[in-house]
């Protein structure tokens, strides 16, 4: 069973950065794309980052392009989100999701695998 546990959310000022970690337990981690989403309360899952197998290659929204990284260690296991100059409007539960693909996508219906959610909140 493939288990995604996301670690590093709390909360932090505007203007701050954090760095949250997804550790994948149970798969062929290196073997799929994997991406990160966020939702902040009332409104839809947004797609923040996605990264493909090898890691060289990179899908960014643009609200967030110029400040959030994703990464991933295969020999960890782990995809990481570093975020840098956190802004008020970033607070939400972020996720990390595993994709059916090697690579990763926009498209929430492309990840098969879902973390339960580390909340980030960004006070002003």
């Known amino acids: 069973q493939v288990q995604l546990l996301e670690s590093g959310g709390g909360l932090v000022q505007a203007g701050g950065s954090m760095r949250l970690s997804c550790v994948v337990s149970?798969?062929?981690?290196?073997?799929?794309?994997m991406g990160w989403f966020r939702q902040a309360p009332g409104k839809e899952r947004e797609f923040i980052a996605a990264?493909?197998?090898?890691?060289?290659?990179?899908t960014d929204t643009e609200s967030v392009k110029a400040r959030f990284t994703i990464s991933r260690d295969n020999r960890a296991n782990t995809v990481y989100l570093q975020m840098h100059d956190l802004k008020p409007e970033d607070t939400a539960v972020y996720y990390c999701?595993?994709?059916?693909?090697?690579?990763?996508?926009?498209?929430?219906?492309?990840?098969?695998?879902w973390g339960q959610g580390t909340q980030v909140t960004v006070s002003s």
């Open positions: 149970g798969g062929t981690f290196d073997a799929h794309g």
């Open positions: 999701a595993s994709a059916k693909k090697p690579w990763g996508s926009p498209a929430p219906g492309d990840y098969e695998y």
């Open positions: 990264i493909d197998w090898t890691g060289s290659r990179t």
